[in-house]
């Protein structure tokens, strides 16, 4: 269970769901994911400063560590 | 057609462990249970104290490493030789099950006395949330490579 409180909901109302299987809340229209991680040790502040970045388009992962283009690359094929 | 590298990997490893995994499992279930004798011989008619034991599935093996991996939950598909089942804690495993759930305080407390140095890992509902069973796991004589896990849960 997260135990997150506003940072589940700020996530939550700005379209992020929870993905139980990577432990990562994503946007699939925005192409943005968050690890449990990453949230875990942000501020809601740096969170949304995240959450509100222009994208190119390009999925975009907010991990506590940088993940290798070899994990990206799965994960952009597991999310779509 | 994504590359499936670690995982193939894992499936070939997994297929060479089953004979140390078995000697895990009928070492620790054999132990459990002589361990358990007297309690169990003092049990009134109503109570139980079940032992049961399992070998995880292959499968089950590759998902939970996977799910104790860190951020994302994904493997490196590059960096395939970081990744063994040999880490898993459960592959061969013993669970206690006792009614009624007063039971499991003494059973847990003859089990850590014949497994002192086994590392405590209490299964819990959420992560830090109130814990469910008592669990641990170690190495025992049956194998170097595989480790063994109990779980003591109230029926």
Known sequence: ?80 | MAQRVVEDGLRAEYFELPPDIRRVVEELEAEVRHCLLPMTRGLARYEQLVVKSRVKECESAIYALRRDLHEGRTFDQDRSEAYTLKNLTDLAGVRVLLFPRNHVARANQELRRRFPLWTPDPIREYHEGPMLAEAYYGYCDASEIIRGEIQIVPM
């Not at chain 1, 229209?29 to 875990?40: C, G, H, M, Q, T």
Request: glycine share 6%.
């Open chain 1, 1 to 80: 269970m997260r135990r997150f409180g506003t940072k589940d909901q700020i996530l939550e109302e700005a379209g992020y769901s929870y993905n139980f299987e990577r432990a990562l809340y994503i946007n699939r229209r925005l192409k943005k994911a968050f690890s449990i991680e990453f949230v875990e040790d942000n501020t809601d502040e740096e969170i949304t400063a995240r959450m509100n970045r222009k994208s190119d388009g390009r999925w975009e992962f907010y991990f506590n560590s940088e993940p290798s283009e070899s994990v990206k690359g799965a994960l952009e094929r597991i999310l779509g």
